[in-house]
T-cell receptor
């Protein structure tokens, strides 16, 4: 159990367009979902934390108007990169928490975004 | 703010040998959780092992074990009988008891040599 999926796995878009990435918990209800960004050979950088039905909490330096997060249900969160630019090209990873005592997060396989 | 430090950017080990990855952290909390995650070339994050700070006994999962030194704020990972499939980035992570957020170290790239 505790499987998290992400769609799409890869996306290429033109500069100025918007891209939506979906994150789903397949076999559990996620009380909290997280979105990370990872540059090549670097660690994961937390972008935002979202709870179902609430506005996402963004980390300092992350533009909330550029990275729109919607957590519409206990199994689905979406990240929309608006007006994408080449510098937004990166690997985006979501994770989900069951809210268990162990604070464990279950990670999706990631989405590689390339903005031309 | 909590910080996690992994001082070894890269390490290598011969197949079947043992290797230890270091991690230190800084926190003022008394209750927290520590994790080691593995990220193979596929980039899927996989939980290797976790430790609850209130437990004195070191966690063990098959070939993986930790040396948790709470007073020293140290949390090292030992991999025994290293296998080629252990080749990956390894991230140490911290989570406070009152928050589900994870703070990651910069990672250690481990290469297992045949």
């Amino acid at each position: 159990g505790a499987v998290v999926s992400q769609h799409p796995s890869r996306v290429i878009c033109k500069s100025g367009t918007s891209v939506k990435i979906e994150c789903r918990s397949l076999d559990f209800q996620a009380t909290t979902m997280f979105w990370y960004r990872q540059f090549p050979k670097q660690s994961l950088m937390l972008m935002a934390t979202s709870n179902e039905g609430s506005k996402a909490t963004y980390e300092q330096g992350v533009e909330k108007d550029k990275f729109l997060i919607n957590h519409a249900s206990l199994t689905l969160s979406t990240l929309t990169v608006t007006s994408a630019h080449p510098e937004d090209s990166s690997f985006y990873i979501c994770s989900a928490s069951k809210g268990s005592d162990y604070n464990e997060q279950f990670f999706g396989p990631g989405t590689r975004l390339t903005v031309l | 703010a909590q910080t996690v430090t992994q001082s070894q950017p890269e390490m290598s080990v011969q197949e079947a040998e043992t290797v230890t990855l270091s991690c230190t952290y800084d926190t003022s909390e008394n209750n927290y959780y520590l994790f080691w995650y593995k990220q193979p070339p596929s980039r899927q994050m996989i939980l290797v092992i976790r430790q609850e700070a209130y437990k004195q006994q070191n966690a063990t999962e098959n070939r993986f074990s930790v040396n948790f030194q709470k007073a020293a704020k140290s949390f090292s990972l030992k991999i025994s009988d290293s296998q080629l499939g252990d080749t990956a980035m390894y991230f140490c992570a911290y989570s406070g008891a009152g928050s589900y957020q994870l703070t990651f170290g910069k990672g250690t790239k481990l290469s297992v040599i045949p």
